[in-house]
């Protein structure tokens, strides 16, 4: 008996070490839990998380919650999952300025994002090598910041030869995406010629990645999906849809990133900007910041730009798209195009919303649109749902979304891994 007692604490000790760390639990109880799926929110519901993941979600009769559990009680409050920018970009602009990349400029942009209840941002171009160690791939505890996906370097050439050194460079600096523009800036440059951008896809596809594409024109967005374009980055805005396009878009299964704000971002500073003196905008951006954007000379001179006026005129036709689009089932990516010099990052997302409302999609489908779709269409692994095992990506709001999207803006606290985001 005494040479089995050493090895009976032995297994006493080993099976004490393997129970779990219950103090690792956090859980918040009593809100109402919009889970991003698109179903039917949870009244009085609990969010269990453990080192940085959701562990359990569901009402607070079925969720048991284990001993030693860190509780916060937010009754009266919503909880949404984070919001997945599809389409934004990182690095470059800081106030209203571009040519700032940085690493530090990248952690800073990232971080206003978060701040705005944004916890992921896939940046589709313009990324150099100083963003490749951020991504959410290397980065699985971004903290202080939103998540990173990035496509690198726009693809680009006169040749498919050309264009085609530009993929293996963005495979060899290490992406997550690809992104080509097939667009003639009203039809002030070259667009990229079919054979180029069939190149790029195709090798695209051969490397493993999905690839986006900056488009303008119906007739394009038809043959970029002929050609086998993943997602289509911005709006159709030359004319209406037609069933063709929305045949072509369910046939292939892809989806449809509107990001209305890139229209108004090109008009609205023709006039005295309506969200200078909000104070939701200045909590970010200064009045020293946007003094440029309030000069009458400038102001002019957006008024007399023929570009800013026609994509004015444009944003009504991205809009119907818009609709036309999410009514024939069409998956419905949110993203905005913001990063780039007077596209307010973090704020835009919150326009972008009351855009795509006035466009006539209701509060869940906008929400949903921001969290589920993105993650799943774009294979963002462990994210956009308040799922087990998913991220604790999530935003805890003051109000009730599912009333009105500008509720999204009444942010209580913003969380990235588990991780309280400091606003």
């Known amino acids: 008996m005494s040479r089995l007692l050493p090895l ?103 971080s206003i994002y978060a701040r705005y209840g944004v916890t992921t941002v896939v940046s589709l171009g313009g990324e150099r090598i100083e963003a ?90 038809k043959k970029l999906l002929e050609a086998g374009s993943d997602m289509m980055a911005h709006s159709v805005r030359d004319v209406p849809v037609d069933t063709e396009f929305i045949a072509l878009l369910k046939e292939k299964n892809i989806s449809y990133c509107p990001t209305l704000t890139r229209e108004l971002s ?43 006026q026609t994509y004015k005129k444009q944003l009504p036709v991205a809009m119907s798209n818009l609709k036309t689009l999410s009514d024939a089932g069409i998956p419905i990516i949110f993203g905005t195009d913001s990063g780039i010099p007077t596209r307010f990052m973090g704020y835009f997302e919150h326009l972008e919303m009351e855009l795509m409302a006035d466009s006539g999609l209701t509060p869940m489908q906008i929400i949903v649109s921001a969290t589920k779709i993105p993650a799943e269409y774009l294979n963002l692994k462990d994210l956009g749902t308040l799922s087990q095992g998913h991220w604790a990506d999530f935003v805890i709001l003051d109000a009730d979304p599912l009333e009105d999207i500008k509720n999204v803006r009444h942010i209580h606290k913003v969380f990235i891994g588990g991780e309280e985001i400091n606003r």
Do not use: W
């Open 8 to 110: 009976i604490l032995v297994i006493i000790i080993s099976c004490k070490e393997k129970e779990p760390n219950t103090s690792s639990y956090v859980a918040f109880t009593g809100a109402v839990i919009i889970d991003g799926s698109g179903k039917t929110p949870i009244q009085n519901g609990t969010l269990l998380l453990s080192e940085g993941r959701v562990m359990a979600v569901g009402s607070q009769e079925a969720i048991d919650i284990p001993e030693n559990t860190q509780i916060h009680d937010v009754s009266g409050k919503t909880i949404i999952p984070g919001i997945i920018n599809a389409h934004g970009h990182v690095g470059d602009v800081k106030g209203i300025e571009g040519g700032h990349y940085s690493n530090e400029n990248t952690i800073d942009n990232l």
């Open 132 to 221: 490749e160690p951020l991504r959410a791939v290397n980065d699985t505890t971004a903290g202080q910041r939103a998540r990173l996906f990035i496509a690198g370097e726009v693809i680009d050439g006169d040749t498919p030869a050309e264009a085609l050194a530009v993929v293996e460079k963005n495979h060899k600096m290490g992406v997550d995406f690809m992104k080509i523009r097939v667009d003639d800036n009203l039809g002030t440059i070259q667009k990229m010629p079919e054979d180029v951008y069939k190149a790029v896809i195709n090798r695209s596809h051969e490397l493993g990645y999905k690839i986006s594409t900056h488009m303008y024109y119906l007739e394009d967005a």
């Open 266 to 308: 090109t008009y609205i500073y023709g006039e005295e900007g309506d969200f200078f003196d909000d104070p939701f905008f200045s909590r970010e951006y200064d009045s020293a910041t946007v003094r440029p954007l309030r000069d009458p000379e400038y102001k002019l001179k957006i008024r007399n730009s023929l570009s800013a």
